[in-house]
């Protein structure tokens, strides 16, 4: 039978990235062992920001065969999981605190043949999003508070990390959990001990030092933290 466990992977955030060379930001992120790219899309209303559109994301599809994760910081994500989608999105992240029924948005994002994913801000319980874990395959717990990069981490949020592995567990599920906000080797490694296999990644990868070179070490610092997991 194939493994209920999963694996843990990296997913730069291309928000850190420079915009004037962002292909040559996913190239070095690719050739460094970057497992998926994420991107945040903001529509200045659900969060104070606004970025990428489905241009953009069909902009780095053409340049990138990795798996592309969108995090959809936005109100009506059930209305735009159709354009999302067709520009290549591969997982649909969506927050529970949003204006679309989840339901209905998690059967529609299944029926485009995309990955769903459930995102809680910091300050909403995992039982928001309890009783979806067995027909998602992510659970995103926001480590800082959504709209803004180079936000610090805010380690409250790695119970939240902890339930959410032990209800995937439970349900023989390899959903990931993942994590996003602040993450660094110290921090990424706290939150794979507590149960995280999703790392999302934005400045710790595009400054300070090689791209290659800093997932090298966020990749030592989780498969560290995994193995001291005890759930």
């Known amino acids: 039978m194939p493994s209920?466990?999963?694996?843990?992977?990296?997913?730069?955030?291309?928000?850190s990235a420079d915009?004037?060379?962002?292909?040559?930001a996913i190239r070095a992120a690719e050739a460094g062992g970057a497992d998926a790219f994420h991107l945040d899309v903001m529509d200045g209303h659900f969060v104070p920001n606004i970025s990428f559109g489905p241009?953009?994301?069909?902009?780095?599809?053409?340049?990138?065969?990795?798996?592309l994760d969108l995090h959809l910081m936005i109100e009506e994500p059930l209305r735009y999981a159709e354009a999302f989608r067709a520009a290549g999105g591969d997982t649909l992240v969506f927050h529970i605190e949003?204006?679309?029924?989840?339901?209905?948005?998690?059967?529609?994002?299944?029926?485009?043949?995309?990955?769903?994913?459930?995102?809680?801000?910091?300050?909403?319980?995992?039982?928001?999003?309890?009783?979806?874990a067995d027909r998602?395959?992510?659970?995103?717990?926001?480590s800082v508070h959504p709209g803004f990069s180079g936000q610090k981490f805010l380690p409250d949020v790695l119970p939240k990390?902890?339930?959410?592995?032990?209800?995937?567990?439970?349900?023989?599920?390899?959903a990931d959990v993942s994590i996003d906000g602040g993450i660094t080797p110290a921090t990424a490694g706290a939150a794979a001990a507590a149960g995280a296999t999703f790392f999302v990644c934005g400045n710790?990868?595009?400054?300070?030092?090689?791209?290659?070179?800093?997932?090298?070490?966020?990749r030592a610092?989780?498969?560290?933290g995994s193995a001291r997991a005890v759930l």
Not at 19 to 24: P, Q, V
Not at 55 to 67: E, F, M, N
């Open 98 to 132: 949003s204006h679309s029924d989840p339901e209905a948005t998690i059967r529609e994002v299944h029926r485009l043949g995309a990955g769903v994913g459930l995102a809680i801000r910091p300050d909403t319980p995992f039982s928001a999003v309890e009783a979806f």
């Open 161 to 174: 990390v902890s339930a959410a592995r032990r209800r995937l567990s439970s349900l023989g599920s390899a």
């Open 4 to 15: 209920t466990e999963p694996r843990l992977r990296l997913a730069p955030s291309l928000l």
């Open 136 to 142: 998602v395959e992510q659970i995103l717990v926001m």
């Open 221 to 224: 610092a989780v498969t560290e």
């Open 55 to 67: 241009a953009l994301v069909a902009a780095v599809r053409a340049r990138t065969r990795l798996p």
């Open 19 to 24: 915009f004037g060379a962002l292909g040559d």
């Open 204 to 218: 710790s990868v595009f400054t300070g030092g090689p791209v290659a070179d800093n997932l090298r070490g966020l």
